[in-house]
């Protein structure tokens, strides 16, 4: 018995990926305005059973199989507009993405996957987060696959977290994100604490477990081996804000992209933003040095 998907996914894909807060929709509500692409926010599968996959849920050759049929389903399911988000408050409202004369086009005129003909020259984009461990499995179940990896200074993603209060206490108690946990001490903490670290993690205060969520995740994205990859390139957020035109210039010779209609006005509205490193509190010397290796390694400046 076996799937389909790897040998008929005629068209090519693209993840863009990285962890959480770093600028990854922004970059893509621009990128999924071409004409050639057709884009999934966050689709849950997609990036949750690479983890499950890698966390012994399953077996890799299998999942390999299974991972690659489902984004083939997955890319007809969108491109006929059945997964569509028409929000129009959302990001990721289609509006913001086909002009009106495609979506009408598609809706009235096809009526499954029989009708969708030659996508060879079609890019199925997907926006993952925190899947960045498991890229090389990813990368290898699926053809034609490039990875735009996402990055943006420790700092503004710890303040970002601490704002949202995602490890709250009342957040570890009760969590509503449908993620994978570990059970400790009555707490659900996130599956990507190190084992042994989770008091570490909990004595933490919100700022800090936002750097420490920060390093685990470089630590992870280093792991896969994939950042020095040809088909993958790394974007800095900061880098994308304050010279838009020029990256995405880059941007689109690497992936191929074909310019579409609201292209234009999309990068027009990405502003650099104001980002504060002031820090009143006090952080602790480990996860201090833990992220300016963080840093360093992207080319940042490091913590005083």
């Not at 057709?38 to 997609?46: C, D, G, L, Q, S």
């Not at 992209?257 to 504060?276: H, R, V, Y």
Request: proline residues 3%; neutral net charge.
């Amino acid at each position: 018995m076996l799937f389909l998907g790897k040998d008929k996914m005629s068209f090519a894909t693209c993840i863009v990926c990285g962890m959480a807060r770093v600028g990854k929709t922004l970059l893509s509500s621009v990128l999924s305005t071409s004409k050639n692409v057709e884009y999934a926010e966050e689709p849950w599968t997609a990036q949750f059973f690479p983890i499950a996959m890698s966390n012994g849920f399953f077996d890799e050759s299998h999942a390999s199989l299974f991972f690659s049929e489902y984004i083939r389903q997955l890319f007809y399911e969108t491109y006929l507009l059945r997964y569509a988000n028409f929000r129009l408050i959302d990001l990721s409202y289609i509006g913001h993405k086909k002009p009106k004369s495609v979506i009408e086009h598609r809706i009235n005129r096809f009526k499954n996957w029989v009708d969708v003909k030659d996508v060879s020259e079609s890019i199925f984009m997907l926006n993952l987060s925190g899947t960045v461990r498991e890229l090389k499995f990813i990368y290898d179940s699926i053809p034609r696959c490039k990875i735009i990896y996402v990055i943006r200074h420790a700092m503004s993603v710890a303040k970002e977290i601490e704002r949202k209060k995602w490890f709250c206490a009342e957040a570890l108690k009760n969590p509503i994100s449908p993620s994978l946990y570990k059970k400790h001490k009555n707490l659900f903490l996130p599956f990507w604490i190190k084992n042994g670290e989770e008091d570490f993690f909990i004595n933490l205060n919100e700022f800090e477990k936002g750097l420490y969520y920060y390093n685990v995740m470089v630590e992870r994205s280093i792991a896969s081996e994939m950042l020095s990859h040809k088909d993958c390139m790394i974007v800095k957020y900061e880098d994308f804000c304050s010279n838009k035109l020029r990256k995405y210039e880059k941007i689109k010779s690497f992936l191929e992209l074909t310019e579409g209609d609201l292209t234009e006005s999309s990068l027009a509205k990405i502003e650099f933003p104001k980002e504060d490193f002031t820090f009143d509190g006090i952080v602790g010397s480990t996860l201090v040095e833990q992220t300016n290796i963080s840093l360093k390694y992207f080319g940042y400046e490091e913590l005083l």
